[in-house]
T-cell receptor, first 122, second 116 residues
Framework: AQTVTQSQPEMSVQEAETVTLSCTYDTSESDYYLFWYKQPPSRQMILVIRQEAYKQQNATENRFSVNFQKAAKSFSLKISDSQLGDAAMYFCAYRSAPYPGPGGTSYGKLTFGQGTILTVHP | KAGVTQTPRYLIKTRGQQVTLSCSPISGHRSVSWYQQTPGQGLQFLFEYFSETQRNKGNFPGRFSGRQFSNSRSEMNVSTLELGDSALYLC???????????????FGPGTRLTVL
């Protein structure tokens, strides 16, 4: 079974500065997908960024970028120019690529890390 | 396009009762997944439905069940509630049939269940 580990329970950053959140995962699969979701106090889970394992190029979405190191099984999130609205719990998530099963093609569930609480100071 | 909606947003039940939660996916999405979020266990996968069929299931007791209707709306039922079932229940929808990142899951606001 796959596991996802976020070793930083809490992080803080000054507004306008850069912060990096860590995520490592354990898998024997070669094809999979990785995601970062944020969960603000409203509890709505919001997709931040996503990455396909077979793509070596790191994904970027505006101020958010990832450092994907497949050999090291590491998937860190960098937030540049931090804003007050970035304050939230951030979850790293893993999903297997679709694979054939007895009931047809199975599309993998999301496996989440424990989360990192990000505080942004004005 | 409207997002994933979940009803009700809040529920208070007592031990031994049963509860039904509802999830309406994004229009065009045929897959609905359910997750339980608690402070102690974090986010755990319950099950996934696609075209009215359960095609993936997590490690939860049989008291947790679900179904999906022909319009892709899904319901989750918990019978004989226990104190430990108090949690935020999140529903996520996706296209469900395509490959790659186009099959990303998008979440609803959740239903907060409190069991007394």
């Amino acid at each position: 079974a796959q596991t996802v580990t976020q070793s930083q329970p809490e992080m803080s950053v000054q507004e306008a500065e850069t912060v990096t959140l860590s995520c490592t995962y354990d898998t024997s699969e070669s094809d999979y997908y990785l995601f970062w979701y944020k969960q603000p106090p409203s509890r709505q889970m919001i997709l931040v960024i996503r990455q396909e394992a077979y793509k070596q190029q790191n994904a970027t979405e505006n101020r958010f970028s990832v450092n994907f190191q497949k050999a090291a099984k590491s998937f860190s999130l960098k937030i540049s120019d931090s804003q007050l609205g970035d304050a939230a719990m951030y979850f790293c998530a893993y999903r297997s690529a679709p694979y054939p099963g007895p009931g047809g093609t199975s599309y993998g569930k999301l496996t989440f890390g424990q989360g990192t609480i990000l505080t942004v100071h004005p | 396009k409207a997002g994933v909606t979940q009803t009700p947003r809040y529920l208070i039940k007592t031990r031994g009762q049963q509860v039904t939660l509802s999830c309406s996916p994004i229009s065009g999405h045929r897959s609905v997944s359910w997750y339980q979020q608690t402070p102690g266990q974090g986010l755990q996968f319950l099950f996934e439905y696609f075209s009215e069929t359960q095609r993936n299931k997590g490690n939860f007791p049989g008291r947790f069940s679900g179904r999906q209707f022909s319009n892709s709306r899904s319901e989750m039922n918990v019978s004989t509630l226990e104190l430990g079932d108090s949690a935020l229940y999140l529903c996520a929808s996706s296209l469900g049939a395509s490959m790659g990142l186009t099959d990303t899951q998008y979440f609803g606001p959740g239903t907060r269940l409190t069991v007394l």
